[in-house]
């Protein structure tokens, strides 16, 4: 009797459990540019940043004064959409990104985007899949780079 009951347990694991056994698709959804709800503490590239200070923001960096104020600069992050892209254009090879890392609160490693400049629409590589950039422009993510 205790077999039968260890051998049932045993099929209804394996049958809650199918679903996982399967190899599962990449499927690259559209997402936010940033995490939704996430606590940004600094965004870099290239000797520049965009730091929170309180519940503020401010530019360093070598430019003394930048088109857009801190705060602007920080909602484009906040508004940016990446959307998959089927097909990469060729010519990104000869284009050299521009690395930015995102550090959030909590987690010790920050989300690293590598923005192709010159692309229309922009060009992200993000966690190994590409996307194009909406809802704002690389001007607006990276103002010290005009």
């Known amino acids: 009797m205790n077999n039968v009951v260890i ?14 056994l399967r190899p599962q698709k990449n499927v690259v959804e559209t997402r936010s540019l940033l995490p939704e709800n996430a606590y940004v503490l600094k965004i870099e590239h290239d000797g520049h940043s965009l730091e929170r200070i309180g519940q503020q923001w401010r530019q360093k960096g070598h430019t003394e004064s930048l088109a ?7 909602s484009h992050w906040q508004r940016g959409v990446l959307n998959p892209v089927t097909k990469v254009p060729a010519d990104l090879s000869q284009t050299q990104p521009y690395i930015v890392v995102a550090w959030l609160a909590g ?31 690389i001007d607006n993510l990276l103002p010290w780079t005009l």
Do not use: C, H
């Open 7 to 20: 051998i049932a347990m045993l099929v209804m694991i394996a049958l809650f459990n199918l679903d996982s």
């Open 68 to 74: 857009i104020t801190p705060d602007v600069q920080f």
């Open 107 to 137: 987690n010790s490693n920050g989300l690293v985007y590598a923005i192709y400049p010159n692309t229309r629409p922009t060009v992200i590589k993000f966690e190994n899949n590409w996307y194009t950039l909406t809802n704002t422009d």
